[in-house]
DNA sequence: TCCATTTCTTAAACTACATTAAGTTTTTTG
DNA sequence: CAAAAAACTTAATGTAGTTTAAGAAATGGA
């Protein structure tokens, strides 16, 4: 049921079998379809999701109505509205299945219980949330250091796979341009 | 000694007198000159830095040999290059002293051993690195959903002490612009 | 298997911001 | 307190990427 989840987790710390029956009860798995939605703008966002199988991917509206993905979560990532989740604060944000994704969820309601129950898992968190923050520190170099082109070209050769996996436009708004934009550069070459 | 840290540990989590006994002989607390440097780009980031007084900023030198800051520490915020500190190899980054700052650090060889004597920050760490990726979120979707006149607006109307606080060049690259630029934004009104 | 929807492409006109370069003001330091 | 260095301003010129709009291709559902 949760084994992706718990092999994750064994990754990082050691957790027995007993701790995985005292886990079970306060996770939820279940299936998304492609395009469904685990939060839209205005919602609260409920828990924190781990992608077992699949791709979910973060975006919000901007004032001119175009989507901006700023998140993707292929297997094994963690996403969610961190602001809306901790707060339980109406979100700006919307989760959507870039793909059919099997989901491994914690609800609000259970996430400080968790770490009160299974001490163990601050480490679990801390650890990935650093992972997290070394990925920001290497997104936003990123972003600031390259042109739209060059942010692309090295993009598409660090995850060639990736960019197969999702459509275009999601693609764009994540780097940072235009759907138009990226359609010239591939044009090029 | 440490009593900035302390109290920002306090705030999250309870950590006795014997406990800060036991952590203090792992921290080291120095005073920093403006404009004087904890990291240089090649050099391996020895530390992660608590910001006790004063400001300390993370930048880059782009292709075009523009410094670009892409995070600033005032007091109470935890600032280094995670990738460099974490696994001990050469960073692109500077990290240097915006204003005089008294910084507390703990080093990369203590770091783990720190986890192992006080499990308890598991905890702190894990908190303050939600925060941190909170922040992210924010600064992705600021990034995205503005021009650089709107965001410098934006900024500036949330914190206008900082903007006062800092050289206007470190302002503009950490907002994604031109000095240049910002000037002009600044003439108009 | 066919129609509807979604996604991608092309190209011309446009604009937000960068670049360059020179001059001015402010801050730092001996 | 004077000189040097650092930070900021102004303005002309240039360009990477956007906008708009229309058509082509791919995908998905009944």
Tied chains: 1, 2.
């Excluded at 077992?52 to 998140?71: M, N, P, V």
């Amino acid at each position: 049921m949760y084994s992706a989840l718990y092999n994750h987790i064994n990754r990082f710390i050691d957790l027995s079998t007993g701790e995985q029956e005292i886990l079970a009860p306060m996770l939820k798995s279940f299936s998304v379809k492609k395009k469904a939605f685990l939060l839209t703008e205005g919602q609260t966002c409920r828990a924190n999701y781990f992608v077992a199988k699949g791709c979910l991917r973060l975006y919000f509206i901007d004032i001119k109505g175009a989507e901006q993905t700023t998140q993707f979560a292929i297997e094994n990532w963690w996403i969610t509205d961190l602001t809306s989740f901790l707060f339980q604060t109406p979100s700006e944000f919307y989760i959507q299945a870039a793909e059919a994704t099997e989901v491994i969820a914690i609800e609000h309601h259970l996430y400080d219980e968790m770490f009160h129950k299974l001490p163990k898992l601050e480490r679990y968190f801390r650890l990935i949330l650093q992972k997290n923050h070394q990925a920001s520190q290497r997104r936003i170099k990123f972003l600031y250091s390259q042109t739209a082109e060059e942010r692309f070209r090295h993009f598409n050769s660090l995850f060639p796979e990736f960019v197969q996996r999702v459509p275009q436009y999601m693609l764009a708004s994540y780097l940072g341009f235009t759907p138009e934009f990226l359609s010239k550069i591939r044009a090029k070459k």
